[in-house]
């Protein structure tokens, strides 16, 4: 998807439709999204502890150039709110991660999580039922074997499509602080969940111990100076992962080096230019998400205000910065009162790691060309986008010459704002969730080339 203003269209579907009540609609706020690995499926996690797929319907025969759009596959409810009742504390049940495993069969597995209890589901079709059992009638119950006066063969009877889902396993216990990622190693068998000071690695067939990987609580939680805010394993080799902390650094670690990886094998740290230090700096360096390329090459790095881009081969500084919202330095006061500092904002590459894309503020989400070096703003809302319609840049002004579309700084709505983005593992195909609605749009282009 080039970041230009032509090639946009659009398919919007709400998750659901807005709630008059106050909780209700709170619960529908959309907190994580994820396509699965051929991006025929696109899960997203609530506030509610919901689960909802969609699943990407094939090509229509009466518009063979229209692109299948993605249509609600299967709901559950994935988490509950329990009580931790050795430390008084409620535990939401909102869905922080989804991660997808590779498919190995007909069914398809994902990882879901809330702040402690990460658990394992198996999505399976059946289209058909066995009927005529010896000792058991049409409704399942067993019959009285006096009865049964001979034997017959059950056979498969096709029947209506239904979607079930079941949990495999449950992984509970492995963390004190709250869950801020999970990821799947490369290997397919081993996957790793991060809270604030703690990173375990877990056996996909194992939920009653996992093995910690990282561990950066001091002796004294007085001396405690950062946390870890995400991590992610290396898509090629399982060995490595990184995690990314509140300071800004990125620590990529090898755990053939040694079972604790405490000690990082490298460092990515910008180093801090002492002429622009604010009381503002250490919360705007902290950074939000770390992704790498699906070359393995690079790493993404969103913090509060820009995206950068790191070399695996170089530590020093990153060899690209993008500027996400600048215009909102001169507001960083009157952020940090009403919270929006500290919002965690996600970042994600498209499937050839040529761009870029991360949410701001206003529903407005922004795309970086890194061959061009051209930027878009678009924005994601109801009123703006209607199915098929083509999404227009949108540019937002700091005083001066204002032009006819452009929006003031000062009229941007900081309660509309984009964190969680998803991009289509090969297709320009991006998925956004805005507050309680769920936006998808597709590069027009792409769909006139088929």
């Known amino acids: 998807m080039q970041p230009s203003p032509h090639c ?3 398919v919007s579907e709400p998750s659901s439709e807005e709630s008059t009540s106050g909780g209700e609609w709170e619960a529908d706020i959309i907190s994580t999204v994820e396509f699965n690995h051929t991006g025929e ?3 997203t996690g609530d506030k509610g502890g919901r689960v909802v797929i969609f699943q990407r319907e094939s090509e229509s025969k009466n518009e063979p150039y229209s692109q299948g759009e993605y249509n609600v596959y299967s709901t559950f409810q994935s988490h509950e709110p329990e009580f931790d009742y050795l430390k008084s ?3 939401e049940e909102k869905i922080n991660k989804i991660k997808w495993l590779p498919q190995q069969n007909a069914a398809h597995s994902l990882l ?3 702040d402690k209890t990460i658990k394992l589901w198996k999505i399976t079709e059946r289209d058909k039922k066995p009927e005529g059992y010896n000792l058991k009638d049409e409704e399942g119950k067993l019959k009285d074997l006096s009865t049964v006066t001979s034997l017959q063969v059950p056979v498969l009877k096709p029947t209506d499509l239904m979607v079930e889902v079941s949990p495999r396993r449950i992984f509970a216990n492995g963390h004190t602080y709250h869950v801020n990622s999970i990821s799947v190693n490369s290997d397919c068998e081993t996957y790793m969940s991060a809270d604030d000071l703690r990173i375990n690695l877990w056996h996909l067939g194992i939920t009653d111990r996992s093995f910690n990987i990282v561990d950066i609580k001091p002796a004294n939680m007085e001396d405690l100076t950062e946390v870890i805010t995400a991590s992610e394993f290396h898509p090629h080799h399982c060995n490595l992962f990184v995690y990314s902390s509140s300071k800004g ?3 990529l670690c090898d755990m053939r080096a040694s079972a604790l990886c405490d ?3 490298k460092l990515f740290e910008e180093p801090e230019d002492p002429s622009s230090r604010s009381f503002f700096s250490e919360i705007i360096s902290s950074v939000s998400d770390v992704k790498f390329s699906h070359s393995g090459r690079y790493m993404l790095a969103r913090d509060y205000l820009t995206v950068k881009v790191w070399d695996l081969n170089m530590e020093t500084v990153p060899v690209e910065i993008y500027q996400v919202h600048d215009y909102l330095r001169s507001k960083l006061c009157s952020l940090y009162e009403n919270d929006c500092i500290f919002d965690k904002f996600e ?5 050839s790691d040529s761009v870029i894309m991360t949410g701001a503020y206003n529903n407005f989400f922004r795309m970086f060309d890194r061959n061009t070096k051209r930027d878009v703003t678009l924005e994601a809302s109801r009123e703006s986008s209607k199915p098929r319609a083509i999404l227009k840049p949108r540019r937002v002004c700091v005083g001066g010459k204002r032009r006819k579309d452009d ?5 941007l709505d900081f309660t509309k704002k984009i964190l969680h983005t998803a991009w289509h593992p090969t297709e320009n195909i991006i998925a956004i969730a805005a507050t309680n609605n769920l936006y998808i749009f597709q590069d027009k282009m792409n769909s006139e080339m088929h």
């Open 8 to 10: 946009h269209a659009n």
């Open 249 to 251: 650094s990125l620590r």
């Open 112 to 114: 879901s999580t809330n």
């Open 347 to 351: 970042c994600a590459w498209n499937g």
């Open 89 to 91: 504390l409620e535990i």
């Open 407 to 411: 929006i003031s700084v000062d009229s």
């Open 41 to 43: 499926l696109l899960a």
């Open 263 to 265: 000690k990082h094998f």
